[in-house]
């Protein structure tokens, strides 16, 4: 399997533009993460779905920020407008069950270094 | 979430045993205790889990005392690719569990 594939691995854009990031989760797993890390806050976990059905998007910075899975097989987060605070690494990761309990574990991607200039 | 306490940052040499210990007072009955080594410019990577005793893989080992308040990853013979940040996280995997790394250990190893 080639692992949880996120593009684009570097995106630089302007204040102002949408960006959207995008995830191929592993096939076969029933949920799907996006974090994002800084170094000022760490990893933070934004949002999760379950059978493509988002579960805790308590974590979604704010109403710029937009997260879509229409199928098994692709996620999409979305940015619009993007600011310069919104620079970070953006990471996807997939599990095949709920993690933290029975030796689930999450996959990750290589991740999304975003600037926003 | 049972919140998580790790050193900010250790420092080692070639071949010597790392040891990284991480309090989690509040575990709960249910909470599993799991690792994460993390490279630069990669995502996380699932190194052990573990629920109690003691648990050893190919990578490393964990070492769980009986109350669970805290844990220690062991990485035996460390090299200089070693060099990585560790995070521990503790859950139950139920449903709104938050999945929150903390800030990890950042582990240096010299030459």
């Known amino acids: 399997d080639a692992g949880v594939i996120q593009s684009p691995r570097h995106e630089v854009t302007e204040m102002g533009q949408e960006v959207t990031l995008r995830c191929k989760p592993i096939s076969g797993h029933d949920y799907l993460f996006w974090y994002r890390q800084t170094m000022m806050r760490g990893l933070e976990l934004l949002i999760y779905?379950?059978?493509?059905?988002?579960?805790?998007d308590s974590g979604m910075p704010e109403d710029r920020f937009s997260a879509k899975m229409p199928n098994a097989s692709f996620s999409t987060l979305k940015i619009q407008p993007s600011e310069p605070r919104d620079s970070a690494v953006y990471f996807c990761?997939?599990?095949?069950?709920?993690?933290?309990?029975?030796?689930?574990?999450?996959?990750f991607g290589s991740g999304t270094q975003l600037s926003v200039l | 979430l049972a919140k998580t306490t790790q050193p900010i940052s250790m420092d080692s040499y070639e071949g010597q045993e790392v040891n990284i210990t991480c309090s989690h007072n509040n575990i709960a009955t249910n909470d599993y205790i799991t690792w994460y080594q993390q490279f630069p410019s990669q995502g996380p990577r699932f190194i052990i889990q573990?629920?109690?005793t003691k648990v050893t893989n190919e990578v490393a080992s964990l070492f769980i005392p009986a109350d669970r308040k805290s844990s220690t990853l062991s990485l035996p013979r460390v090299s200089l690719s070693d060099t990585a940040v560790y995070y521990c996280?503790?859950?139950?995997?139920?449903?709104?569990?938050?999945?929150?790394f903390g800030g990890g250990t950042r582990v240096l190893v010299k030459p």
């Open positions: 573990g629920y109690k």
């Open positions: 779905f379950n059978n493509n059905v988002p579960i805790d």
């Open positions: 990761a997939s599990s095949l069950g709920a993690v933290l309990a029975t030796n689930e574990k999450l996959f």
């Open positions: 996280l503790v859950g139950d995997g139920t449903a709104g569990n938050k999945l929150t």
